[in-house]
Nanobody
Framework: QVQLVESGGGLVQPGGSLTLSCAPS????????MAWYRQAPGKQRDLVAD???????NYADSVKGRFTISRDNAKNTVYLQMNSLKPEDTAVYSC??????????WGQGTQVTVSS
């Protein structure tokens, strides 16, 4: 059974940086699509950024220019580099992957808190 292992969340001051990572614990041959979502308290879960196996990226308007999504295909790992963090970026961040056999998997979520 595949599980996604996330790391990198935590508490950071406004203007600071964090890098999240996510990788499957089981064996997946190919992952065409990888993404990061976030959910703030009392709000719906929203897409933050996604990336295809070919490297095409898409970002939410609220994070453009501050966040960078990347992936290491050899390690089946997706990263989210977050710079210039703002209090409104505070949320639970979850990764999502879509494997080549059509199965979607969610990470357990990691808390990111931006506060002074």
């Amino acid at each position: 059974q595949v599980q996604l292992v996330e790391s990198g969340g935590g508490l950071v001051q406004p203007g600071g940086s964090l890098t999240l990572s996510c990788a499957p614990s089981g064996i997946i041959i190919s992952i065409p699509y990888m993404a990061w979502y976030r959910q703030a308290p009392g709000k719906q879960r929203d897409l933050v950024a996604d990336i295809t196996s070919g490297g095409s990226r898409n970002y939410a308007d609220s994070v453009k220019g501050r966040f960078t999504i990347s992936r290491d295909n050899a390690k089946n790992t997706v990263y989210l580099q977050m710079n210039s963090l703002k209090p409104e970026d505070t949320a639970v961040y979850s990764c999502y992957i879509l494997s080549d056999d059509g199965h979607g998997y969610w990470g357990q979520g990691t808390q990111v808190t931006v506060s002074s």
